[in-house]
């Protein structure tokens, strides 16, 4: 890493995938990543030993001090903060309520980097709910943090294209590199004093709520354009599943069937073809062609491998 006298004393607050790019940018710009702020380590796998966030992982290769509270509200731990005498924070996905009194600290406040247009889809849900709601285009904002949930300042916003084959994980993925630039920038019209802060429009304010796993049972009298969606917007987690003998079974790719209108008498869930290209699936309207999926206890397939070894003839998925 470089230092100029244009870099900055930066803090960093993430812990997901999502906030990697940004941190691997500032490491490799001229301003100084002084500390990082993640969540505590979790357990995670199935011995469920306690494992570094992916934050974390690049904050140590790069022998960054990190730091891990429960809560950001204790005079002790902002104390810590102040000491590091950061002029910039800059937040992505960190997970934690940063108060007033964390706002204030740094020169330049508080940026944070969130997957949506805002203030179109606040909250911890951006990305899938997007893709769920059939949005055409989403994108990145950088605001100035503000006490409220995601009501800050619009610094800078950059739109991204949604397309009907997106995922959660390639739009997360296209997201995260695309936050990545667009904080440096904002960064560097901060520092020459041109940024131009824009309120945001509470009228059109509209929350990404967390998604349950339950939310993930497809309906199969819904819309094959509705399932595909959501089967799209929960690809990788939580995952949209249907019944099958009693047990989920996820549905991880699909597509819906260009096709005339479907007979009125046929039950939703019920199986119209199968084939190596994708087993058919009747819905409330249209049919819903399902292209890979997972059985429990086994690793996602796609629809060819689960053939050789299974079949759906008959069958009415959801019952």
Not at 194 to 199: A, I, L, T, Y
Request: charged letters at 20%; aromatic letters at 4%; one cysteine or more.
């Amino acid at each position: 890493m470089t230092e100029n006298s244009n870099g900055l004393r930066v803090l960093y607050a993430g812990t997901p995938e999502f906030a990697v790019p940004a941190l691997q940018a500032l490491i490799e710009s001229p301003h100084q990543v002084v500390a990082v702020y993640t969540q505590p380590d979790r357990p995670s796998g199935r011995g469920r030993k306690l494992s570094y966030g992916a934050v974390k992982q690049l904050a140590v290769e790069h022998q960054i001090p990190v730091e891990q509270p429960e809560s950001l509200k204790m005079e002790a731990v902002q104390q810590t903060l102040r000491n590091y005498q950061p002029d910039i924070m800059v937040v992505a996905a960190y997970g934690l309520i940063l108060p007033q009194s964390v706002l204030d600290i740094p020169r330049y406040g508080c940026l944070n980097i969130h997957a949506s247009l805002l203030p179109r889809w606040r909250g911890a849900a951006p990305i899938q709910r997007a893709i769920q709601a059939g949005d055409r285009e989403t994108g990145i904002t950088i605001m100035q943090m503000a006490a409220g949930l995601d009501t800050g300042d619009i610094l800078l916003q950059s739109g991204c294209p949604v397309s009907d084959r997106d995922t959660g994980q390639t739009l997360h993925d296209k997201l995260a590199q695309q936050g990545a630039r667009d904080v440096l920038r904002v960064i560097e019209q901060l520092q020459l004093g041109e940024s131009q802060p824009e309120r945001q429009d509470e009228l059109l304010a509209v929350y990404a709520h967390k998604i349950s796993k339950a939310e993930g049972k497809i309906d199969w009298s819904k819309p094959a354009i509705e399932i595909d969606r959501m089967i799209r917007a929960f690809n990788p987690r939580p995952s949209a599943f249907t019944e099958y003998h009693g047990k989920p079974m996820k549905i991880h790719r699909s597509h819906v069937k260009k096709t005339s209108a479907m007979r009125k008498d046929i039950m939703p869930g019920s199986i119209l073809h199968e084939s190596v290209e994708g087993i058919e699936v009747a819905t409330g309207d249209g049919i819903l062609v399902i292209t890979g999926l997972q059985m429990p206890g086994k690793k996602a397939m796609q629809v060819a491998d689960f053939l050789n070894g299974h079949s759906l003839s008959s069958v009415v998925l959801g019952r």
